[in-house]
């Protein structure tokens, strides 16, 4: 049984809803500029594939934009970058090398040192913040870039070890997050935390490393479609022309060693034109041979067309055929060409695109854990508690990290240098969240969040089904309460009798008339002080919200 079938064959059996029915793949359309409505509906697709999760506020906000300044406004992020992760865990009595000098509240991001407990411990903290700055997030694109980038130049944080090497390597990601693809291919190659991760610091003209020079091509660069002809000549080549990097863990900066470099003349093959990158032996050898080794690789025709279809599978879908290929992808690469390989006119054509809005494209997507996790308390208004008592939200964002670790999406912790697997291992790609572990784990996760809520220093996130509903059209009518919570949490809709049902079984009690809701939600909100009648209309929009996130529908985007 593959993963989608085992989606549909997991709804609750008590479930009045019918079976999903998955779109069938892929999209239609070309990249012609969308010409269709501009709906709520259309409004909510575009954030929830752009954005983590549609919330009410943002979908009231860019309803009073047109499509193209919605589309604009997300691709030109206008707030500075987040503040750096702080100092939230006590100074470890244990340490070799105690930060004693990073005081509560400040910042150790750039605050060297090599202990490995203190590491571990800002480590936990980068991965904390990490999630705040993705609930928190401004009504742009960067958060779903930044993780895209994540995920396509994947490091792992218990490999690197060196906080702030990972810091700053997601620094560096964050800010070339809408920019240039190989200003950012340069700056990842020399940056520590990849030089670390991939043996860089270690690749010497005495001992050539091959690790990084291979997953540049295979992994960050061209890929391995058809027509990525590279060879292992071009490996051992490419090992050679990046010798001679180092780290300084003092500075949390990398320099370059002449002595260490490999100053022959480097061959490859006939993929790369039979290029020679000429040998250099001065201070400036490292960054000279770097540069000609970039510019070798992005005159070829497979950079482009591997980053769209990377492009392509994060925003749109996974099925890449013959007619996508052709009718996107080449396309895109061709935009991304004649751009000087920018990433944001790309996007600008894709996001624009009658491709992109197509019926089918639209819940075709599983959520990642960091998606079902980050919507879900986006979408929903979890309250945190103002960024002065950082200690208490750092403490209630680990809850959602090791969350989301444990439905097999360790922020920081990619598996391995490929990313996660549902971005490229065929056929299945989304399919992978869904198993017999992460199943459950995702509607444990779910329940516990709108029955008990998680609490840390006293106090509690929770999902308040009453708090939402409130900021919904006209919750004292059942039909639209019902109808505009799906709207915004829902991609595939459910039959009017099966929300009927849900109506009379859940929020009217087993009655069949409206106005048992319709008074009690009266009688909550005139008079909350009736506690029997609160807590009928409370238990109730729980046990709505909890049906609902159980159900198969709530796992797609």
């Not at 990972?166 to 291919?185: D, S």
């Not at 960050?220 to 990525?228: E, I, N, Y």
């Not at 061709?334 to 894709?350: A, G, K, S, T």
């Amino acid at each position: 049984m593959d993963r989608r079938s085992f989606l549909l064959s997991n709804i609750p059996s008590s479930s009045k809803v019918p079976a999903l029915v998955v779109p069938a793949p892929p999209p239609n359309g070309r990249l012609g500029a969308y010409a269709g409505t501009w709906t709520e509906n259309e409004v909510i697709h575009l954030l929830k594939r752009t954005l983590f999760g549609a919330t009410k506020a943002d979908i009231d906000y860019f309803k009073t934009r047109t499509f193209q300044q919605s589309v604009d406004e997300i691709l030109n992020p206008t707030a500075p970058l987040p503040d750096p992760p702080v100092k939230e865990y006590a100074t470890p009595v244990n340490a070799t090398t105690p930060d004693t000098n990073i005081s509560q509240g400040s910042s150790w991001a750039l605050d060297p040192n090599t202990d490995g407990t203190v590491n571990s411990l800002r480590i936990a903290s980068f991965k904390k913040w990490w999630m705040g700055v993705m609930i928190n997030q401004e009504r742009s694109i960067r958060e779903k870039m930044t993780l895209f980038w994540h995920n396509h130049f994947s490091t792992e944080t218990n490999v690197i070890s060196n906080a702030q090497f990972v810091f700053k390597h997601h620094l560096l990601l964050r800010t070339y997050a809408l920019g240039n693809f190989k200003a950012l291919v340069r700056a990842v190659t020399i940056d520590p935390g990849m030089l670390v991760y991939l043996n860089g610091e270690r690749n010497t003209k005495n001992a050539p490393d091959e690790n990084y020079g291979r997953e540049l091509q295979e992994l960050f660069c061209c890929g391995k479609g058809p027509d990525s002809l590279y060879t292992e000549a071009d490996v051992k080549a490419a090992a050679q022309v990046l010798t001679g990097w180092t780290n300084n863990a003092d500075t949390i900066s990398s320099s370059f060693d002449i002595k260490r470099h490999d100053t022959t003349n480097k061959q490859f093959s006939a993929f790369y034109n039979n290029t020679v990158i000429q040998g250099k032996n001065s201070a400036t050898a490292g960054d000279e041979e770097l540069d000609a080794f970039l510019d070798m690789i992005f005159s070829t025709q497979e950079v482009a067309k591997y980053v769209c279809r990377r492009l392509y599978r994060w925003f749109v879908y996974y099925d890449i055929d013959s007619t996508v290929e052709a009718n996107i992808i080449s396309p895109l690469a061709d935009i991304m060409r004649n751009n000087n390989y920018e990433i944001q006119p790309v996007l600008n054509v894709l996001l624009k695109s009658e491709h992109f809005f197509d019926v089918l494209a639209r819940g075709c997507q599983i959520k990642s854990p960091v998606d079902l996790t980050v919507n879900m308390c986006r979408e929903f208004n979890v309250v945190f508690q103002p960024a002065g008592d950082y200690a208490s939200n750092y403490g209630l964002y680990n809850y959602l990290v090791n969350s989301v670790a444990n439905m097999q999406q360790d922020i920081g912790d990619p598996p391995d240098v490929s990313g996660w697997k549902a971005y490229y291992q065929a056929p299945q790609f989304y399919e992978m969240w869904i198993n017999s572990d992460t199943l459950p784990k995702r509607n444990q996760f779910t329940d516990t969040m709108i029955q008990s809520g998680y609490t840390f220093n006293g106090k509690r996130m929770i999902v308040d089904g009453a708090a939402f509903a409130k900021t919904l059209s006209n919750p004292g009518d059942p039909n639209q309460l019902i109808d505009d919570i799906l709207k915004i949490i829902f991609r595939i809709d459910i039959s009017e009798t099966s929300k009927t049902q849900v109506k009379t079984d859940i929020l009217l009690g087993g009655q069949t008339t409206d106005y048992y809701w319709t008074d009690a939600w009266n009688t909550y909100i005139s008079t909350p002080s009736n506690l029997s009648n609160t807590t009928i209309v409370t238990n109730r929009l729980r046990d709505l919200l909890k049906y609902f996130m159980d159900l198969a529908e709530y796992q797609l985007a």
